[in-house]
């Protein structure tokens, strides 16, 4: 059974940050792209950042360049999203999915979808 599990969100001040992290279990992480995506209320889920399954390449939404890190220890089967300088509009409910052997993570072509980690950005 594929599980991928969010953790870490809560509640943070504009200006901090959070580090989520997603455990996979029943796949070989070495072999999918990782992606992490978020869905704020009322709007449509949108990609943040994504990390390859071959070269560990990453690519970030334009929102969350230079704020964001995506990393992946595949050892440990579990993928990171660090988030640094937050902001209000990053509020959402967080998820990471997996794709199998592509470098690209397509919103509406994830394999498998974790259930989601709430970030709150508030003052």
């Known amino acids: 059974q594929v599980q991928l599990v969010e953790s870490g969100g809560g509640l943070v001040q504009p200006g901090g940050s959070l580090r989520l992290s997603c455990l996979v279990s029943g796949i070989k992480l070495d072999y999918y792209a990782i992606g992490w995506f978020r869905q704020a209320p009322g709007k449509e889920r949108e990609g943040v950042s994504c990390i390859s399954s071959s070269d560990g390449r990453t690519t970030y939404a334009d929102s969350v360049q230079g704020r964001f890190t995506v990393l992946r220890d595949n050892g440990k089967n579990m993928v990171f999203l660090q988030m640094n300088n937050l902001k209000p509009e990053d509020t959402a409910v967080y998820y990471c999915?997996?794709?199998?052997?592509?470098?690209?993570?397509?919103?509406?072509?994830?394999?498998?979808w974790g259930e989601g980690t709430l970030v709150t950005v508030s003052s």
């Open positions: 999915a997996a794709v199998m052997f592509r470098t690209e993570c397509p919103t509406y072509g994830m394999d498998f």
